[in-house]
């Protein structure tokens, strides 16, 4: 029979944990437990830093990120509001000792880059659709929804006499939709600046629909 060196509590009363009972090694465990957690989250799109990237703010999101200021215990959120993450939290090196243990987040708001892109107008393509005016308009639409699926957007869409000019955030992401569907252009290149000693260009897309 052992008997907890804290408490005194035998192993008759309480299932042990190496020489300590659930009670007195769980309050152990909670005392090394971090009570508060940085989060930092967009304030346009509300999406989470997570591992240095922006990920929407899930459960499997908010697990990851907790998981790493929780390591080398294994953790589960249980439920997340109000600023309070409640986790399962489980020392497997202590036998698979468990407990709940509630975290506060302090969240503070910043822009992820695609939102700070978005309100400096960034953009590095244009793609110019001219021709009929129905087909011009489903290509326009396209390119956005293209956009949009591969972590880029829309800056802008300005109306032409013969069509639409399409202002893109990621000149390879509509390059892409250019070449996927087996679009003829013909393209110019202009420089706008410099980033870390590589020049950066600005390509036009002109397209007959």
Request: aromatic share 10%.
């Amino acid at each position: 029979m052992k008997h907890c060196p804290i408490c005194n509590r035998s192993s008759e009363e309480a299932r042990f944990y190496g020489e300590f009972c659930e009670f007195c090694a769980g309050k152990k465990l909670k005392s090394k437990l971090p009570g508060d957690v940085s989060v930092e989250q967009c304030k346009d799109c509300g999406r989470i830093k997570v591992l240095g990237a922006f990920m929407p703010e899930t459960k499997g999101g908010m697990e990851l990120l907790l998981a790493r200021v929780f390591r080398p215990y294994s953790i589960r959120l249980i439920h997340s509001s109000n600023g309070i993450a409640r986790i399962l939290v489980t020392d497997e090196k202590q036998g698979g000792l468990s407990l709940e243990h509630n975290v506060h987040l302090k969240v503070s708001k910043t822009l992820c880059d695609m939102d700070a892109k978005k309100r400096s107008s960034y953009y590095e393509a244009v793609v110019q659709f001219r021709g009929d005016a129905e087909k011009v308009a489903r290509a326009a639409a396209s390119l956005e929804r293209y956009l949009e699926k591969n972590g880029a957007f829309v800056t802008k869409i300005e109306q032409k006499e013969h069509g639409v000019d399409v202002f893109a955030s990621d000149k390879k992401v509509a390059l892409s939709f250019i070449s996927v569907r087996h679009m003829k252009w013909k393209g110019s290149f202009e420089l706008h600046g410099e980033k870390r000693g590589k020049r950066l260009y600005r390509n036009t897309y002109f397209i007959t629909l």
